[in-house]
C-alpha cells in the first residue's frame, strides 16, 4: 500500500518557469489537499478538493493552480514560479468524513532562483 | 475561521526527562485537535487526534494529550522522552463540521543524551 505518493522529490528552478507537482493516493480518498511548508509558519493549505471535478481553494492560493480530473490525482501547477514559492510542499488526503485524519506524502522540496 | 497557536518554537530535553509542548487554538464552533509528528524528512504523521469523550487522548508510544474547553488548549506531554523523540510536533485543528485542517506553526523537540 504505497498510501501518497509525490514527485519530485527536489526542483529547482528559474524565475518565471512553470511546472507540476504530481501528488497521487490510492487510498480512494474523496478529500485531498496541498500544502506548503515554511520555517515558523507550520503548515499553510493552498488548494482543497472534496472529489473528482471539485475544486476550491485555500489560505495562500496565488501563484497556484490545481485540477481534480480522477479520484487518485491532485496535481499543483506552478504557472511562473518566483522566489516567494520556494518551499516544501506537501500533498495530503483523507475520507471526507470530518473526523479523519490526514495522510500526507513525503514532501517536494522546491528552490526558485 | 480557527488558528492555532504553539507557544514554543524549540524545546531542548535530556533523555528520560518529561517534556510538554503547549498549543492553544481558536474557533467560534465545536473543533476537532490533532497533534502530528514530522520526523526529518519525511512527512506528517498522526501522533494523536481528540475527537469527543474522554478529554484526556493516548497516542502508542506513549504521548498523552489534554483537551481543555475552557482554556482552549490541547498540550502535549510525554512523562520520559527517548532520543527517537527527536522531532517537529505539530498541533491542528479542524471544525467538527468541516475537512480543512489549521497548523499551527510547529515545536521542534531536540532530545539530548
Known amino acids: 500500500n504505497a498510501g501518497v505518493t509525490q514527485t519530485p522529490k527536489f526542483q529547482v528552478l528559474k524565475t518565471g518557469q512553470s511546472m507540476t507537482l504530481q501528488c497521487a493516493q490510492d487510498m480512494n480518498h474523496e478529500y485531498m489537499s496541498w500544502y506548503r511548508q515554511d520555517p515558523g509558519m507550520g503548515l499553510r493549505l493552498i488548494h482543497y478538493s472534496v472529489g473528482a471535478g471539485i475544486t476550491d481553494q485555500g489560505e495562500v492560493p496565488n501563484g497556484y493552480n490545481v485540477s481534480r480530473s480522477t479520484t487518485e490525482d491532485f496535481p499543483l501547477r506552478l504557472l511562473s514560479a518566483a522566489p516567494s514559492q520556494t518551499s516544501v510542499y506537501f500533498c495530503?488526503?483523507?475520507?471526507?468524513?470530518?473526523?479523519?485524519?490526514?495522510?500526507f506524502g513525503n514532501g517536494t522540496r522546491l528552490t526558485v532562483t | 475561521a480557527q488558528s492555532v497557536t504553539q507557544l514554543d518554537s524549540q524545546v531542548p530535553v535530556f533523555e528520560e526527562a518529561p517534556v510538554e509542548l503547549r498549543c492553544n487554538y481558536s474557533s467560534s464552533v465545536s473543533v476537532y485537535l490533532f497533534w502530528y509528528v514530522q520526523y526529518p524528512n519525511q512527512g506528517l504523521q498522526l501522533l494523536l487526534k481528540?475527537?469527543?469523550?474522554?478529554?484526556l487522548v493516548e497516542s502508542i508510544n506513549g504521548f498523552e494529550a489534554e483537551f481543555n474547553k475552557s482554556q482552549t488548549s490541547f498540550h502535549l506531554r510525554k512523562p520520559s522522552v527517548h532520543i527517537s523523540d527527536t522531532a517537529e510536533y505539530f498541533c491542528a485543528v479542524s471544525q467538527a463540521a468541516g475537512n480543512k485542517l489549521t497548523f499551527g506553526g510547529g515545536t521542534r523537540v531536540l532530545v539530548k543524551p
Open positions: 495530503a488526503s483523507k475520507w471526507t468524513a470530518h473526523n479523519s485524519p490526514l495522510h
Open positions: 481528540y475527537l469527543s469523550g474522554s478529554t
